[in-house]
Nanobody, 124 residues
Framework: QVQLVESGGGLVQAGGSLRLSCAASGRTFSRYVMGWFRQAPGKEREFVGAISWGGATTYYADSVKGRFTISRDNAKNTVYLQMNSLKPEDTAVYYC?????????????????WGQGTQVTVSS
């Protein structure tokens, strides 16, 4: 298990950008698939994107494809979510999650470690 701490959330106008960070504890960070999920008020948590162990492979939800980019720095035990062209419907609590398997997954049940979440609010 790894401990995860998100940061970088905040209030931004539509069309703006934010970069979320997720710092992980532990010495085996590079062997975790890392994912980002979000949960809007009154809605279920949904998959945003995920990145492979080495960062060569990424996968995104259709709703964010082309606007959001996931990257990771294994030397810093950190994964990032760059969010551009933000829309009011992107407003949610964003969570990072870790999966201790090689294959990328897109459902929250497949991730064993979670951060506490960071709020992103996009105003119109």
């Amino acid at each position: 298990q790894v401990q995860l701490v998100e940061s970088g959330g905040g209030l931004v106008q539509a069309g703006g950008s934010l970069r979320l960070s997720c710092a992980a504890s532990g010495r085996t960070f590079s062997r975790y698939v890392m994912g980002w999920f979000r949960q809007a008020p009154g809605k279920e948590r949904e998959f945003v994107g995920a990145i492979s162990w080495g960062g060569a492979t990424t996968y995104y939800a259709d709703s964010v494809k082309g606007r959001f980019t996931i990257s990771r720095d294994n030397a810093k035990n950190t994964v990032y979510l760059q969010m551009n062209s933000l829309k009011p419907e992107d407003t949610a609590v964003y969570y990072c999650a870790a999966r201790q398997y090689r294959d990328i997954a897109t459902t929250d049940a497949d991730f064993g470690s979670w951060g506490q979440g960071t709020q992103v609010t996009v105003s119109s």
